[in-house]
């Protein structure tokens, strides 16, 4: 029976980040999940429309399945702190620290959640042979994690293992971004854990048959990646990943649901990011974890959609 905190729903899906496709099948996902709770729902794609058009005496509540750049980074949510509309997910400054993989990894260093070293060049700066200085002196090894600051789904990350590589990599990035990381590759297995309003409620394993769970291993059906649900742990390790992603919530002040990707290597686990607009698809991570325990996926929308409230 559908809850009566809200009534029309607004979801807010699409936008004009590399991520578009995605949200729009999360987005319509969500619709679904929503209509089938017995919500009247519509939605907004703000590609066509300025946020400044949403009318807001006809909607209750947003749900926001925006991904990627000016939805998941503080920018869709500012707008709708002005339109003072309850939202899901985190807030304005939760989802700009988060989605900003330097500043995401100082707050993980300073709560003492362990990640890959890492360094950030900026174009403007750019000068190939003191990076090449820095990262001996911080002690990076080849082979090499190269991404932008600010994208999500794995667009723009490349995994390079030697300085020709890296020089190519580098000058094919900044053809597009301003700011990149440099980061250690850590091996081992790849762990993703899913916390909901404050939860932690469970761990994946993956397997990608590509060199890394990049975006293809991520949405494309034909790829294949194995999922082992729940990820092959021992019960203190498991215990423990989960701990890790909840801080790492917290540490980050998130809301609602989050999905954090760990490296488990050498009995420790590296926090890589925690994304905040976790993907709702058919292959998504967050709706199979919810579902192994026992949170159908209405259920699962449901309860992000009744933590909404405004200046989260």
Known sequence: MRNKKFNNVLVVLGGTSGERTISL?????????????GYKVSSFDPKNKNFNLINKKKIDVIFNALHGRDGEDGIAQSYFEYLKIPYTHSGVISSFNAMNKIISKEIFIKNNIKTPKFISIKKTEYKFKKIQQIIINKKINFPIVLKPINEGSSIGVKIVKNTKSLKSSVKFLFKKYNQLIVEQFIGGQEIQAAVLNDTAIGAIELIPKRSFYDYKAKYKKSVNTKHIMPARLKKNKYREVLK?????????????????????????????ETNTQPGMTSLSLVPEIANYYGIAFPKLVEKILLDASINR
């Open 244 to 272: 890790i992603a909840k801080k790492a919530h917290s540490a980050l002040e998130c809301k609602g649901v989050t999905r954090s990707d760990f490296k488990y290597f050498k009995n420790k686990f590296y926090i890589l």
């Open 25 to 37: 099948e999360s987005g319509r996902a969500c619709m679904k999940a929503l209509k089938k709770k």
